[in-house]
């Protein structure tokens, strides 16, 4: 079984940048589309960001977030990235890291989950 461990999450004034981090173990971590989820307080947990296994050649993104947040992903390190700019109040939420071997850009369920890192974003 895969385990995936975030770091990289803080306290950011309204502006401000934060890149994320998801270290997986497992020999092949790289064949796993990965992605982010997010949820705020009293909210729904809800879908950020996703990229396609290996290469990474497909990734996708939530609407409040295209243009402003990146997802990349190492093989090598067996790493993914969140790379967030132009952070809003409104971005404050714990983020989780997920991994599943499809890629899927609606309703996606992945089958593996970190236990999340908190960004707070100050106004």
């Known amino acids: 079984q895969g385990h995936l461990i975030e770091s990289g999450g803080g306290l950011v004034q309204a502006g401000g940048s934060l890149r994320l981090s998801c270290a997986a173990s497992g020999r092949t971590a790289s064949s796993y589309a990965m992605g982010w989820l997010r949820q705020a307080p009293g909210k729904e947990r809800e879908f950020v960001a996703i990229?396609?296994?290996?290469?990474?050649?497909?990734?996708y993104y939530a609407g409040s977030v295209k243009g402003r947040f990146t997802i990349s992903r190492d093989n090598a390190k067996n790493t993914v990235y969140l790379q967030m700019n132009s952070l809003k109040p409104e971005d404050t939420a714990v983020y989780y890291c997920?991994?599943?071997?499809?890629?899927?850009?609606?309703?996606?369920?992945?089958?593996?989950w970190g236990q999340g890192t908190q960004v707070t974003v100050s106004s």
């Open positions: 997920a991994a599943d071997t499809a890629y899927r850009t609606t309703n996606w369920s992945p089958r593996y």
């Open positions: 990229i396609s296994s290996w290469g990474g050649s497909s990734a």
